[in-house]
């Protein structure tokens, strides 16, 4: 039976944006696996087109939500909320194994009003998903791992797309490979393995002495893990006497009883995927790749949108430089005569500036925009057109925010102006293609969201951002010069 995995995120727009990864993350550990998301209805559309999600449940007060819950037999509960609500609904739910979220509420509160760091808010708050996530497996990402395949030469070619699987996870990681002496010239030219290492089999002599030679040689590597496609007793054998700690294999093994982690073999499928299946009990945290997009635009919004900037602009051919300067709370914004300074300094560099936003945003813009020149479209997406219209620009430049985490989801390039907020609470732009603008002043952060007005009177967090210092870092993002 296939897991069924509940995911609960109870928050705001940026904090549901930021699952989105986890669930890439899950559907590569688990490809058959059901991804069901409970979010505010207000959200749901933040999610729209994501191919790793089953569905979309939208909370519908605790009793229904529950009811509901309880009648679609989940296998995996995922709480990256961990509230007192989500307490509830995880506590009445009936799965069987849940894996929460370490909030760090009161790590988070201890730095704001104290000035005391910990460990864990070192960590981005994707990176607390990612670890919640993988405690659904119980398996850490390999660091020092091999391949145990000496086989014919027809199993070894079919071998290297596991091996291109496991570094395209885990990049950091050293893959080596244990083969024959014909394979070895396969692996060595592949690319995505380390060192390939000779096995000799022929002969009484070698199988013998030479299983127990390899064994220390193997022993001396200290290899965490062994992925062993080749279903002999010998290659099973051979990661015992190594002492590997996890050795995993199919279940049709000749030595099966020297696998930590046996996996179902079906002769229904290719070889090749038999092979990448040896994945199917590990997280993917380690492959998480902040340059890699994980949000999805729906394509009808994106047509839908292209037309309307080509109607708006008659058919120019500009290259669009999104603007969002609004959040609920004012000690995230940085002043609105900045970004209007900023827009015009834009336009005069030849890019195109849009502003962005809610209906709450309209004013605002509408001030930035005046008297003229700036494209102003606060109020007048919804999320799945705003998540299109992102995707069509060059760049995103925005206060901390849930856009932000939109953009950066997309992949579209991300210049965040922080205040109120830092980069230690861990919603930072994800990534090393994004870049945050910020003062380095000893009253930061002044609250775990920012606050209605400063509290010293002064604002330096955001008047000491200067209109250059944003425009220099925005044309440096966009490969452009300063003038």
């Not at 290659?235 to 000749?254: E, M, Q, T, Y």
């Not at 079906?266 to 993917?284: A, C, K, M, P, Y």
């Amino acid at each position: 039976m296939p897991a069924k995995i509940l995911v609960i995120r109870l928050s705001s727009l940026g904090d549901v944006v930021l699952t989105a990864p986890v669930y890439e993350a899950i559907k590569r550990s688990w490809p058959e696996a059901e991804i069901w998301v409970l979010v505010k209805p207000a959200y749901a559309e933040s999610l729209a087109g994501n191919p790793h999600i089953t569905q979309v449940i939208s909370f519908n007060g605790l009793f229904k939500t529950m009811s509901f819950i309880r009648s679609k037999n989940f296998t995996h509960l995922l709480d990256l909320h961990n509230n007192l609500r989500s307490k509830i609904l995880r506590f009445l739910s009936g799965i069987p194994k849940i894996s929460v979220y370490r909030k760090l509420a009161w790590a988070r509160r201890l730095f704001v009003f104290f000035g005391k760091n910990s460990e864990g808010l070192k960590k981005n708050v994707l990176e607390r998903y990612t670890e919640a996530a993988h405690a659904l497996t119980g398996l850490p990402a390999p660091e020092r791992a091999v391949i145990l395949q000496s086989s014919f030469l027809g199993d070894s070619v079919l071998t290297i797309p596991l091996a291109r699987e496991i570094k395209s996870r885990w990049p950091h990681a050293t893959l080596d490979i244990v083969t024959l002496k014909n394979s070895a010239s396969l692996f060595q030219d592949c690319g995505w393995i380390d060192h390939v290492w000779v096995e000799e089999k022929k002969g009484f002599k070698n199988k013998t002495l030479g299983l127990l030679k390899t064994a220390q040689f193997l022993r001396k590597k200290n290899f965490d893990c062994a992925f062993i496609p080749h279903r002999s007793l010998r290659s099973a054998l051979l990661g015992v006497l190594a002492g590997i700690p996890i050795r995993v294999g199919f279940d049709k093994s000749a030595g099966k009883i020297f696998l930590t982690h046996a996996i179902s073999f079906s002769w229904s499928v290719h070889d090749l995927e038999r092979n990448l299946s040896l994945l199917s009990i590990f997280s993917s945290r380690a492959a998480l790749n902040p340059q890699t997009a994980y949000l999805y635009a729906d394509g009808e919004s994106v047509q839908k949108i292209t037309r309307r900037l080509r109607e708006e602009t008659q058919g120019k051919p500009l290259e669009l430089i999104g603007i969002h300067p609004g959040s609920v709370w004012p000690t995230k914004r940085w002043p609105a005569r900045k970004f209007k300074a900023l827009c015009l300094a834009l336009l005069k560099d030849g890019y195109a500036p849009i502003l962005v936003g809610g209906p709450q945003d309209q004013a605002l813009c509408a001030e930035i925009a005046s008297p003229g020149g700036v494209l102003n479209w606060a109020g007048k997406t919804d999320l799945k057109e705003l998540k299109a219209l992102i995707s069509l620009l060059s760049l995103f430049i925005t206060n901390d925010s849930g856009p932000m985490h939109i953009a950066t989801g997309l992949g579209i390039p991300t210049l965040a102006i922080f205040g109120a907020t830092t980069r230690e609470l861990g919603f930072f732009p994800y990534g090393s293609k994004h870049k945050v603008v910020e003062q380095d002043l000893p009253c930061r952060p002044c609250g775990l969201h920012g606050k209605r007005k400063c509290p010293r009177g002064h604002f330096l967090c955001m008047e000491l951002t200067s209109i250059q210092e944003v425009r220099k870092t925005a044309l440096s993002l966009l490969g452009a010069q300063t003038a």
